[in-house]
């Protein structure tokens, strides 16, 4: 016999599903795969592959055989975030980390909450920062990977710009100083900044992907610009004020996570919110927190900590920023 389904309206069928939404976010993912490659060689492939055949080994063993309910691994939903799990972490991290992290990532921030539909935090999002906390020293180990297109790099630093200001300003020295001693170019950034996580090697490759979404309607554009925006705003007040103590709005939004962070992570529909003016609140505080974390605590970074943050606060913006009934005449103005 036929369970009988039952679910309110209204009952509309469109083309996007699950599985053509995490499609379109695994080819817009590409771009910034192709360029981590390239920069990083067979320790970015290596990266990737371990996260998404665990990530969807792990979903797998779990409904199979643990749970036992219907096994979700075709809806490719597990592989985004194996993927995306490996672009946030530094080129050099050993294959066992990145197994870890995919174990986090499934088993606890995804399945324990029921599975996909049901989660309440990125479970990307949460891998990374169990092995933030757990394996700080790994994790903030910047050393760049030899590479079969780039000669000459095996073993050398690639600290982040982030990490570089924040030490140089603890020294006591001026951004006038620390831009000058590491030659660092906004143009650097925008096309090969190699310091930094996997994902986070080109700005253009995350921006080319970010187009890819917005044409696909795969995503909009509230809550990656509030974060942005808000991002440029809150860091240009403090550059005002002090310009020789705080970094500028452009170096901001092109160092760190900022971009793959706004683009990828926090427009996950599931730990987002779902009305426009919801959004937009998600992103402004994602942003206002990711700043405060940077200028004033301990970690360079903040970008994964205020998603994680806000994700808490999305059932709540939920509930009092509900997107307007099917049907309902909207006024403008």
């Given at each position: 016999?036929?369970?009988l389904?039952v679910?309110?309206?209204?009952?509309i069928?469109?083309?996007q599903?699950?599985k053509?939404l995490?499609?379109?976010?695994i080819?817009?993912l590409?771009?910034?795969?192709l360029?981590?490659?390239?920069?990083?060689?067979f320790?970015?492939?290596?990266l990737?592959?371990?996260?998404?055949?665990?990530c969807v080994?792990?979903?797998?063993?779990?409904q199979?055989?643990?749970?036992?309910?219907?096994?979700?691994i075709?809806?490719?939903s597990a592989?985004v975030?194996?993927?995306l799990?490996a672009l946030?972490l530094?080129?050099?991290?050993p294959?066992w980390?990145?197994?870890?992290g995919?174990?986090?990532?499934?088993?606890?921030?995804?399945?324990?909450f029921?599975?996909l539909?049901?989660n309440?935090?990125?479970?990307?999002?949460?891998?990374r920062?169990?092995?933030?906390?757990s394996?700080?020293?790994?994790?903030?180990d910047?050393?760049?990977p030899?590479?079969?297109f780039?000669?000459?790099?095996?073993?050398s630093?690639?600290a982040t710009?982030l990490s570089?200001?924040?030490?140089?300003?603890?020294?006591g020295?001026?951004?006038?100083?620390i831009f000058?001693?590491h030659?660092?170019?906004?143009?650097?950034?925008?096309f090969s900044?190699i310091?930094?996580?996997?994902?986070?090697?080109?700005?253009?490759?995350?921006?080319?992907?970010?187009a890819?979404l917005?044409?696909r309607?795969?995503?909009?554009v509230?809550?990656?610009?509030?974060?942005?925006i808000?991002?440029?705003?809150?860091?240009?007040i403090?550059?005002?004020?002090?310009?020789?103590?705080?970094?500028?709005p452009?170096f901001?939004?092109l160092?760190g996570?900022?971009l793959l962070?706004?683009?990828?992570?926090?427009?996950?529909y599931?730990?987002?919110?779902m009305?426009?003016?919801?959004m937009i609140?998600y992103?402004v505080?994602?942003?206002?927190i990711?700043?405060l974390?940077r200028?004033?605590?301990?970690?360079?970074?903040g970008?994964?900590?205020a998603?994680?943050?806000?994700?808490?606060f999305?059932?709540?913006i939920?509930?009092?920023?509900?997107p307007a009934?099917?049907?309902?005449?909207?006024k403008?103005g």
């Amino acid at each position: 016999m036929k369970k009988l389904l039952v679910s309110p309206a209204p009952h509309i069928h469109g083309p996007q599903t699950t599985k053509s939404l995490m499609r379109d976010v695994i080819i817009a993912l590409v771009p910034s795969l192709l360029v981590s490659i390239y920069f990083f060689g067979f320790s970015a492939i290596k990266l990737a592959l371990v996260g998404v055949v665990t990530c969807v080994a792990v979903e797998y063993v779990i409904q199979r055989y643990l749970i036992k309910c219907t096994v979700t691994i075709g809806d490719y939903s597990a592989a985004v975030t194996g993927l995306l799990l490996a672009l946030n972490l530094p080129p050099n991290s050993p294959w066992w980390l990145m197994l870890i992290g995919s174990i986090v990532a499934i088993g606890v921030a995804k399945l324990t909450f029921g599975g996909l539909g049901q989660n309440l935090f990125n479970p990307a999002l949460v891998g990374r920062v169990f092995l933030l906390v757990s394996f700080p020293v790994l994790m903030t180990d910047w050393t760049i990977p030899a590479s079969w297109f780039r000669e000459g790099i095996d073993a050398s630093s690639g600290a982040t710009a982030l990490s570089i200001v924040k030490e140089g300003l603890a020294q006591g020295l001026s951004l006038e100083q620390i831009f000058q001693t590491h030659n660092f170019s906004y143009m650097q950034m925008l096309f090969s900044k190699i310091g930094g996580s996997v994902g986070e090697v080109s700005a253009l490759a995350l921006l080319i992907g970010f187009a890819y979404l917005l044409y696909r309607r795969v995503i909009s554009v509230h809550i990656p610009l509030s974060i942005i925006i808000t991002v440029a705003l809150f860091t240009g007040i403090f550059w005002v004020v002090n310009p020789e103590q705080y970094t500028d709005p452009l170096f901001n939004i092109l160092s760190g996570g900022i971009l793959l962070g706004s683009i990828f992570m926090a427009t996950d529909y599931v730990t987002s919110p779902m009305s426009k003016k919801g959004m937009i609140l998600y992103g402004v505080g994602i942003g206002i927190i990711t700043v405060l974390i940077r200028y004033f605590g301990s970690y360079p970074e903040g970008i994964s900590f205020a998603i994680l943050i806000m994700n808490a606060f999305v059932p709540l913006i939920n509930k009092f920023m509900k997107p307007a009934y099917f049907g309902k005449e909207v006024k403008n103005g």
